[in-house]
């Protein structure tokens, strides 16, 4: 089932215990760490993932930037997913390393000024 946001909604926040990861059908949706602004994510991009993964509380702040269209999925749905849809775990990799690279980015242009 798909749940619709109104924009400025804080959808978790840091510290929070996870309830599942969510994936944006439509509209924006802002990721804040330690309040600074890391990305934004789209449709088609997933969040609050991590959380699942490594199975601690949430470690950053989601709050829609628009109106906002998603589906949360669960860690049961989760589990089921990675283990049997390969190409749903390639795209949870993919968007993790992409974050990583980003961080990387910003920690080198953060050390060079």
């Known amino acids: ?61 989601a709050v829609a930037k628009t109106d906002v269209k998603l589906v949360v999925v669960d860690e049961r749905r989760f589990l089921f997913l990675v283990q049997q849809t390969p190409n749903f775990s390639l795209h949870v990799m993919r968007v993790l390393t992409e974050r990583l690279r980003s961080m990387d980015e910003r920690f080198v242009r953060a050390t060079r000024a």
Do not use: Q
Request: aromatic residues 6%; without cysteine.
């Open 1 to 61: 089932d798909a749940r619709l946001i109104a924009a400025g909604t804080t959808i978790f926040e840091t510290g929070d215990v996870r309830d599942g990861m969510y994936a944006v059908l439509d509209g924006e949706v802002d990721i804040f760490v330690n309040g600074k602004l890391v990305e934004t994510v789209g449709k088609g991009g997933i969040f609050g993932e991590m959380a699942l993964i490594v199975g601690e509380n949430r470690t950053a702040t």
